[in-house]
């Protein structure tokens, strides 16, 4: 992409309603735009980033097992009736009403409308187990919404939900979402926790979150210093056994949120308990029958008896990533994106657009990468160097190659590692090398 024929309407100074980094951050960046409180426009750069890390989570969930869907924004108000949440849910719960006089609702969540659609052809043990997800825009009218979009009302979440027959096979369910996850975030640059949580207005009795440390946080969490230390589950088919055991071994530390934690009955020992701040990215839940129970959800057993079964879901928070990924990656100069969800992979900066012998090196440079389908942002606008690196560091892709006058009369270009600041000085051939494949 020609920077010159782009949109990316970066910023120079600091928005002054941004009260967090990665909110000042994306605006200045040019990656999101306000549209009211709560509720964004993702700009080419954003979208970018979004498309990426949701294509990751996608990967992860398809490697499990699940199958994606894609379910409506709008409810129908009688599916929320027909589990009791309907009154429960209050003012979080955009409720809309058609030409009909119908209620309707943009949905803040699917297991209504999944469990609906499982009844209605599910029949058989022998279809389960089934994970079904999609990844698609909720949205809730949150009383504070904030920090961009960390807490927005409108924002981009995956949900899946698990169908078992028994507590076991939920059981089994639960942990393969839990290992996915840790694979997803690890893959995503992010080192997450997962926390025993409370269940909420979701339900049911089992429940972790998986939060990323961050100093601007909004919820403290205690830990035991050596579940940073745990390796990420490796690729391939896990038995429910192996599944059981790397949960058991990520859960045998101990990690809380501050409203679970009690300071005069926990028993790590005082050096081994650190206490941070973080950023809930995830959190799934077992919630046996809630919704199946008053929807019929049921499939004929072995024996032809009718089972109820037994469900799980499982949310990542796709939009509020984005916002995650930077407060974990960033310095002074701006973003720092790690390599799976950097909107270009590398940034080419012409030193002295205008220059004959310039130009030429740096379409010959930007036409070899694009041939090796290398993502490449190149800044070919007539703006000052100054302005440019400031500008390539601000939107933090993972390299910057830089063409100028004299480092072409030494048939040199700079190649600089955006995470570490490195430069080197090397010859376009092994620039190139490096930067396909
Ligand atoms: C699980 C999937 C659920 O809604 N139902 C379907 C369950 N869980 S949850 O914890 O309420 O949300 C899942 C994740 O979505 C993100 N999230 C948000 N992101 C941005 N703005 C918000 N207002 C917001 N609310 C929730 C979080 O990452 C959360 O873990």
Redesign the pocket.
Known sequence: MRLSRYFMPTLKEDPKEAQIVSHRLMLRAGMIQQSSA?IYSWLPLGHRVLKKIEQVVREEQNKAGAHEILMPTIQPAELWQESGRYDDYGKEMLRITDRHDRGMLYG????EQVTDIFRSHVRSYKDLPLNLYHIQWKF?D?VR?RFG?????E?L?K???SFDMDYEGAKVAYNRMFVAYLKTYARLGLQAIPLRAET?P?GGDLSH??IVLADTGESEVFYHKDILNLATPVDGEQTPEELQAIVDEWTSYYAAADDMHDADNCDVAEGDLISRRGI??????HFGDKYSAPFGATVAGPDGKDVTVSMG?????V??LAGGIIEASHDENGIIWPEEVAPFKVGLINLKTGDADCDTACDEFYAKLQAADVEVLYDDTSDRAGGKFAKMDLIGLPWQVTIGPRGLKSGVVEFKNRATGAKEEISPEEALNRLVG
């Open positions: 709560g803040p969540t699917n297991e809730r949150e919404p979009v960390m807490r927005g009302r924002f979440m949900d899946a939900y909420g979701i979150e998986f809930e990215v995830g959190h799934i839940f879901s499982y949310g990542i928070g939009s509020r």
